[in-house]
């Protein structure tokens, strides 16, 4: 097995195309076509999760936080992130992220969350437009079948939880083959061909693209495809950043609070006043999530989970909802259980290992 193969099977679920402009996801250490003996997970990469992976065979590390958000310019051991490829360089240990990708897909760090707390009837918090396309191409009548079905087959006609979606229009359709030509139909410097056409249109998704203009080209009898991809500004419920649920039971604040604090293995919740009402509805953001606070008061949230919030941010609830800060790592601590998933499914006889490390940088004192 090889490094690539870790990697595509992750970004099959984790495309990289959706993640935040901020963000580094991918293979940061390592060469693409390794051999690998075995995948330690891990939210971050440190020196400990290095040795821990020399100790136990792994030569391949998948993190949810990248190691390198920014450029380095040298490479001489001055900090941690310096260090980390150096070891890794040494030792032959590939080293790949899969961050803000994984987080804006609805089954990926916020479902791990709700899954957790049992909630119910979810969606997308904030869906993430500009994300679709719409491709619109031609095809002769006793072809056409054969052109959708190898769309869908790529990636294309996928809309919420309906498959093999597409529109398609009969028409009458017009080439004169020039001399260079190689035609399907007529002869090259020939006369007009007239013929009857499908014009297909299917939803694109943008990770899915090259695929399926790949799979057009290939599957299509014309020497010349005629076809035209238009972005839409359409949002895309299935991707996005948060999530929002229903609790099976409405409870009360006091006893939310505790539920929480249990079901995510904190150790202490920061939060606003308590408004005196049940919690139902809960919207939830693994990481640092305070940019979505208006989207869950205009979505109606009782609760927004969360972490990373500032002291003057906390002022926004206004006695609208109630903030919830678990902790950054705290919020993402069952993220690895989200790769170990992933590939065991795929590799289910390989060693996929869970990093014993606790890499959270912050802690309490009581």
Request: with cysteine; glycine share 8%.
């Amino acid at each position: 097995m090889l490094v690539n193969d870790i990697i595509q099977t992750i970004e099959k679920i984790a495309p990289p195309s959706y993640q935040e402009s901020y963000d580094n996801c991918g293979l940061q250490v390592g060469n693409p076509i390794s051999e690998v003996t075995g995948v330690l997970i891990c939210l971050d990469v440190t020196e400990e999760v290095v040795d821990e992976a020399i100790a136990r065979g792994c030569n391949m590390i998948v993190a949810h936080h990248p190691l390198i958000f920014s450029g380095l310019k040298r490479i001489s051991g001055r900090n941690y992130v310096e260090r980390v490829v150096i070891k890794s360089i040494k030792n032959d240990i590939s080293i790949f992220a899969a961050h803000t990708s994984l987080d804006n897909m609805s089954a990926g760090v916020n479902a791990a969350i709700a899954a957790r707390l049992g909630l119910v009837n979810t969606s997308v918090l904030a869906p993430k437009p500009s994300t679709l396309s719409k491709l619109y191409t031609y095809a002769p009548t006793n072809v056409a079948d054969q052109v959708r079905d190898a769309l869908f087959a790529a990636g294309a006609g996928h809309i919420s939880n309906y498959l093999e979606c597409s529109f398609n229009t009969s028409g009458t359709g017009t080439f004169r083959p020039g001399d260079d030509s190689n035609p399907t139909i007529g002869t090259p410097g020939g006369e007009r061909e007239t013929l009857e056409e499908v014009k297909i249109e299917v939803l694109v998704p943008k990770h899915a693209e090259g695929k399926v203009l790949c799979a057009l080209f290939t599957n299509h009898t014309y020497e010349e495809v005629a076809y035209e991809i238009v972005p839409l500004s359409n949002t895309n419920h299935q991707i996005g950043a948060g999530l929002i649920g229903h609790l099976p039971s409405p409870m009360p604040e006091t006893d939310f609070l505790p539920f929480l604090k249990e079901s995510m293995k904190t150790d202490c919740i920061r939060h606003t006043s308590l408004l005196g009402k049940k919690v139902e509805k809960v919207a939830i953001c693994g990481g640092s999530g305070s940019f979505l606070l208006r989207d869950a008061i205009n979505a109606g949230a009782d609760v927004f989970i969360t972490g990373d919030f500032k002291y003057h941010q906390f002022f926004d609830a206004e006695n609208k909802i109630v903030i919830t800060d678990i902790g950054h790592y705290e919020s993402e601590q069952f993220t690895s259980g989200i790769f170990e998933t992933i590939l065991k499914k795929k590799f289910p006889t390989f060693a996929i290992l869970l990093s014993n490390i606790n890499t959270n940088p912050v802690k309490y004192y009581y």
